[in-house]
């Protein structure tokens, strides 16, 4: 089962490093999510709850998409709330950071998707 969302936000503001370009993997470990998905972008296709575009009201503990990249992978990282995302490799390769939402796309060149309370299919408890 997986983590309320405070917690699930909670483990990824106490976790400080990654393993580099498994950003799905750490996400969904932070909220207690098995495997299902090989990357971000089918991840959020294949999302229940989504909010596509909505980029100014993503609760804390919600997942955060991103579609694109050079081998259309994309991005998953986990909201903080008040427009804060804890990402992995934002801080480089392997070193999870603090990042506002919109730093994924200035930076990296990914399309925002939006966010979902679902990640592989499993929804986090939020209410």
């Known amino acids: 089962m997986a983590f309320r969302a ?17 950003c799905l993997q750490q996400t969904r470990t932070w909220a207690g999510i098995p495997a299902r998905y090989p990357d971000a ?19 804390r503990g919600a997942f955060v998409y991103w579609t694109g ?15 804060k995302v804890r990402s992995t490799d934002a801080g480089g390769r392997g070193k999870i950071a603090t990042v ?16 979902s309370w679902d990640c592989n299919e499993v929804t986090v408890p939020h209410k």
């Open 6 to 22: 405070g917690v699930a936000a909670r483990n990824a503001e106490n976790d400080r490093y990654n393993a580099p370009g498994m």
């Open 100 to 115: 506002d939402i919109g730093w994924v796309s200035r930076v990296w060149g990914l399309r925002y998707a939006g966010w």
């Open 69 to 83: 990249g050079s081998r259309g992978f994309g991005h998953i990282a986990m909201s903080l709330g008040g427009g």
């Open 41 to 59: 972008s089918r991840a959020w296709y294949n999302t229940n709850d989504r909010h596509p575009g909505d980029s100014t009201n993503v609760p």
